[in-house]
Antibody, heavy 121, light 108 residues
Framework: QVQLQESGPGLVKPSQTLSLTCTVS??????????WSWFRQHPGKGLEWIGY???????YYNPSLKSRVAISVDSSKNQFSLKLSSVTAADTAVYYC?????????????WGQGTLVTVSS | EIVLTQSPGTLSLSPGERATLSCRAN???????LAWYQQKAGQAPRLLIY???SRATGIPDRFSGSGPGPDFTLTISRLEPEDFAVYHC?????????FGQGTRLEIK
């Protein structure tokens, strides 16, 4: 059974960098064939795609966040990570990681439980 | 980017009834590249439908999806108590990936 688990600080100060890690179990990131993605959901709102990464390190980002986002992969730890710089209160949200089983940046079959990140001084 | 509009915003029905949820795109995209997810309070989204009409693994056959776009529909034939949740549509036919704002299915 594939499982994903987000981890990282729940509170980030404005202008700082939000850093989250997604640990994958039950599957190997380096096996290839999948895209590994980050999403967020503002309180009471819909979902927003942030970006995804292939095991090779190829990344694709949402243009609305591209200037502030970096996603990286550490295959040795079976983890991938999100960094979002220059955060403001508008970045307060629940952040999810997920797996795209198609390798084409399509839909997502396994999701982490999500982690709430609050941006506040 | 593709904007998906889901309707209604809230749907109030009773167990055993039929639910019909709509997802409309503001422009055309690669046909049938639409997924539906169910999300319960405090939980992650759960993939229900991909390719507009293909059920994901383990999804009961009371869930069905139809397309192609720009109008897509998720139908739940006979509502079970566990079906009351928020439903999201997501398109993957045009970058960037986008979601609708969700439809809340509540018990009447």
């Amino acid at each position: 059974q594939v499982q994903l688990q987000e981890s990282g600080p729940g509170l980030v100060k404005p202008s700082q960098t939000l850093s989250l890690t997604c640990t994958v179990s039950g599957d190997s990131i380096s096996s290839g064939g999948y895209y590994w993605s980050w999403f967020r959901q503002h309180p009471g709102k819909g979902l927003e795609w942030i970006g995804y990464i292939y095991y090779s390190g190829n990344t694709y980002y949402n243009p609305s966040l591209k200037s502030r986002v970096a996603i990286s992969v550490d295959s040795s730890k079976n983890q991938f990570s999100l960094k979002l710089s220059s955060v403001t209160a508008a970045d307060t949200a629940v952040y999810y990681c997920a797996r795209d089983p198609t390798g084409g940046g399509n839909y997502f079959d396994y999701w982490g439980q999500g982690t709430l990140v609050t941006v506040s001084s | 980017e593709i904007v998906l509009t889901q309707s209604p915003g809230t749907l109030s029905l009773s167990p055993g009834e039929r639910a019909t949820l709509s997802c409309r795109a503001n422009q055309s995209f690669s046909s049938s590249y639409l997924a539906w997810y169910q999300q319960k309070a405090g939980q992650a989204p759960r993939l229900l439908i991909y390719g507009a009409s293909s059920r994901a693994t383990g999804i009961p056959d009371r869930f069905s999806g139809s397309g192609p776009g720009p109008d897509f529909t998720l139908t739940i034939s006979r509502l079970e108590p566990e079906d009351f949740a928020v439903y999201h549509c997501q398109q993957y036919g045009s970058a960037p990936l986008t979601f609708g704002q969700g439809t809340r299915l509540e018990i009447k």
